[in-house]
């Protein structure tokens, strides 16, 4: 439990590195452990649901340890991993479970997992489905949740998948099963999702090819350790780029932040809302880099659609705080995505700002944010809860930021999923401008 003041008048100021791309970060242990030779990973995110890929790991008996500031994995081999001891703790993290469902599904021996609740009640059908139809084996609950087994199995079949959801964790467990299997394995986007796991096969030496929404990858023989650089996560930064926006006489520069294409969706919604976002680009060999500069405005309601979804998924919720603020109503639609993530984020969303005067309408798909209205604490303090998910967690404590009166955060342990600093990196740019 933490009490948040109100930020200073003078604004939010100063200079913040958010930490490491929790996607790029996950996937760096992943090709790390399937690549021979030694991978190393400068700016990894140690926060908890990237420190259960890393335990998983070691479980599956790779060697990775901390050299300095950087991560050192030495690379097994898809063949060289040795029978975990426990059943595999996946904790609170989606990533971790779907793309190891691909990434695991052809080894000698079968593999008992589990999760925590939130992510007991996440649906892994949407994985499972396709990757059976390559000839992989999982036992899961009825309705397709945790907890399961990843079955012993020693063949995996390609095959051509018309993705039904936008969604980067299953284009990633079918690629991570389609490298193991033979044949070609062909995955159709209808919307492009983050292209993290593509990028990074290809510079482990891996072949692929993305044509249009079409991608193609066979199985490959051996993949080469490499140096990675993670990047600042841009969902980390959004909460920032926000608190900058709608908390007056603001000015936050956020360093070396990931701008990937596939994941600038918060920064381009935020410009059609009216805002002007600086971005300075940094010579980079892999991920693009920017610095973001962004300053306190004024901004307007608009209509955000299924298209504009995969490539701002997790943003929704601070865009959501954002829309309390703007001029006009901001209409949310085609997001039902929202409501399998580590909560439903359509109702935790509406259940915290309205707690502080937000005037949000429920839809089943989205929803319907009427702008313009000041958040304030009707009478002595408020409770606003993370529901144990990090993203409502730092969007809590970025509403306290403007609301009046005594907001106390609850269950703010979960930031630490994605951002176990962020409150510090929060109180750092309340400090008094000198
Ligand atoms: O592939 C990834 O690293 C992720 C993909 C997204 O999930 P979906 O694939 O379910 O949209 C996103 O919400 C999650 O935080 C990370
Ligand atoms: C949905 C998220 O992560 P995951 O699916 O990995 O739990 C997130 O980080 O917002």
């Keep these: 439990m933490i009490k948040l003041t109100k930020a200073p008048k003078s604004g939010l100021h100063g200079e913040i590195t958010v930490p490491g791309d929790k996607s790029i970060s996950h996937r760096a242990l992943m090709f790390g452990a399937i690549a021979t030779g030694d991978t190393i990973v400068d700016n990894f995110l140690m926060s908890d649901d990237v420190m259960r890929t890393m335990t998983l790991f070691r479980e599956l008996g790779v060697n990775i340890s901390q050299v300095g500031p950087q991560i050192k994995v030495i690379g097994k081999g898809l063949a060289g991993f040795t029978k975990p001891k426990h059943a595999l703790n996946m904790g609170n993290s989606g990533t971790s479970t779907r793309l190891l469902m691909g990434l695991l599904s052809k080894q000698p021996f079968d593999m008992p997992f589990f999760g925590d609740e939130s992510l007991s009640n996440r649906p892994l059908g949407r994985v499972a489905k396709p990757l059976s139809l390559m000839n992989a084996k999982f036992d899961l609950t009825a309705d397709e949740f945790l907890p399961g087994t990843i079955k012993e199995n020693n063949r995996l079949q390609g095959m051509t998948y018309e993705m039904p959801v936008a969604s980067a964790q299953v284009k990633s467990a079918i690629l991570l099963a389609g490298i193991q299997a033979e044949g070609e394995t062909v995955v159709i986007e209808k919307m492009p999702s983050r292209d993290h796991t593509e990028r990074m096969l290809r510079q482990f030496g891996g072949t692929i090819v993305t044509d249009n929404g079409v991608i193609t990858v066979q199985q490959q023989r051996q993949l080469h350790g490499q140096h990675v650089l993670v990047p600042s996560d841009i969902s980390s930064a959004a909460f920032f780029m926000v608190a900058g926006l709608i908390t007056p006489n603001s ?107 937000a005037d949000i309408e429920e839809k089943q798909d989205g929803m319907i944010i009427h702008g313009g209205t000041p958040l304030h604490v009707p009478q002595g303090s408020i409770l606003l809860d993370s529901h144990g998910d990090h993203r409502i967690g730092m969007m809590n404590a970025v509403a306290a930021l403007i609301t009046e009166g005594d907001v106390i955060l609850t269950g703010e342990d979960a930031m630490g999923v994605s951002y176990p600093g962020f409150l510090a990196d929060l109180v750092l740019l309340m400090r008094e401008k000198i």
């Design 251 to 357: 000015e936050i520069t956020l360093k070396k932040v990931g701008v990937n294409p596939t994941r600038v969706g918060v920064i381009k919604l935020l410009e059609r809302m009216g805002a002007n976002i600086m971005q300075e680009p940094i010579p980079s060999d892999g991920e693009a880099l920017a610095d973001i500069i962004v300053k306190s405005q004024s901004l307007h309601g608009i209509n955000i659609t299924a298209d504009d979804i995969p490539s701002a998924v997790d943003e929704l919720p601070i865009l959501a705080l954002a829309a309390t603020q703007a001029q006009g109503d901001t209409v949310i639609s085609g997001a039902a995505e929202l409501r399998v993530k580590e909560t439903d984020r359509i109702a935790t969303v509406i259940s915290e700002l309205t707690k502080i005067g």
